[in-house]
C-alpha cells in the first residue's frame, strides 16, 4: 500500500515561505538547507526541505514556482492546520500569515494567507473537546 511520503508546498520566494512553514508546522529545516536560508544561497531553483527529527510526520519540501495563483490566492497546495487552542492562531499571525476570512459553521475556522499569498485553514478546537 502507498504511504505519505512528504508534501510539497509551491511558492515564490523559499527565503519567506520556508521560514514561515518551518514555524506554522513546527518542522525545521534540515541542516543544510537552514544553513543556505541563513546564507541566502539557494540556488533558483532549489527547494527547503522541512523535516521532522522524530520522523513522526511526512516530509514538507518548500518548493520555488513560477506558477500564477489563481485570483483567490489559492496555490498548487492547500493545508488544513488543525489547532490545540486559539492561541496558535495568533502564533501564524505572528508568524507572518494574515487572516482573510472566518468560517463559523458548521465548525470554525480561520482562512490565513501565507506570506507569499498561498491560502491556507486553521481549524479551530470544538468547543465539545476543550469545554471552551
Not at 511526512?58 to 506558477?67: A, F, L, R
Request: hydrophobic share 40%.
Amino acid at each position: 500500500m502507498s504511504r505519505l511520503a512528504a508534501i510539497v508546498i509551491h511558492c515564490r520566494d523559499p527565503y519567506v515561505a520556508g521560514p514561515f512553514w518551518s514555524r506554522a508546522l513546527g518542522l525545521p529545516p534540515v541542516d543544510e538547507d537552514r544553513d543556505k536560508l541563513a546564507s541566502r544561497t539557494l540556488e533558483p531553483d532549489e527547494s527547503v526541505l522541512l523535516r521532522d527529527p522524530q520522523g513522526r510526520s511526512p516530509d514538507v519540501w518548500v518548493s520555488p514556482t513560477e506558477d500564477d495563483l489563481d485570483e483567490r490566492g489559492r496555490g498548487l497546495v492547500h493545508l488544513d492546520l488543525r489547532l490545540d487552542n486559539l492561541a496558535e492562531l495568533d502564533a501564524l499571525v505572528a508568524a507572518g500569515a494574515t487572516v482573510r476570512w472566518e468560517v463559523t459553521s458548521p465548525h470554525r475556522w480561520t482562512v490565513l494567507a501565507a506570506p507569499d499569498g498561498v491560502l491556507f485553514c486553521a481549524i479551530h478546537p470544538r468547543e465539545d473537546e476543550h469545554g471552551a
